[in-house]
């Protein structure tokens, strides 16, 4: 897949046209059992630095956080009413933020390790984590969280 983005971006170069690519889900990793498996955001990232074109149509781009508020024009009005919930901080927090919505980051999914996560779902509320390596990684995405929780559960 590699090979191919760079000849796009290539193509791209020498043509001067853009060739475009259409990213419905920029998240760049997900979580899959224990580990976490590439995504098509890290494609988009990659061709992004060879100079390709991209146009994200997911978290955290506008165009989403627009659609949604269409759905409900009522509440639309105060995005300060709305709470996005997400496990990315590149992708959910940061998109709830820059729409002006309140923002849940669910600490168990791709930055568990990164926030020293100990316990499971099914622990719940005896789950922890280090708060000063939390902070540290909001400092690092320049983010803050309006709530933070382990899991997200019934």
């Not at 760049?28 to 224990?34: E, K, S």
């Not at 320049?142 to 559960?153: E, F, G, N, V, W």
Request: proline share 6%.
């Amino acid at each position: 897949m590699q090979q191919l983005l760079q000849r796009c971006a290539q193509q791209q170069e020498l043509q001067g046209q853009q060739l475009p690519i259409v990213v419905a889900n920029p998240d760049l990793v997900t979580v899959d059992g224990a580990s976490l498996i590439t995504m098509p955001g890290t494609l988009a990232k990659y061709y992004k630095q060879l100079g390709g074109t991209v146009q994200l149509m997911g978290k955290p781009d506008p165009i989403i956080y627009t659609a949604a508020m269409q759905l409900l024009p009522d509440a639309a009005s105060d995005p300060q009413s709305w709470l996005a919930i997400g496990d990315s901080l590149e992708h959910d927090i940061a998109g709830a933020t820059q729409a002006g919505m309140k923002s849940l980051f669910i600490l168990g999914g791709i930055h568990a390790t990164d926030v020293k996560l100990t316990g499971s779902p099914a622990a719940g509320c005896y789950s922890a984590w280090d708060e000063t390596a939390l902070q540290q990684l909001l400092g690092q995405h320049r983010l803050q969280p309006d709530y933070c929780m382990a899991y997200l559960q019934q």
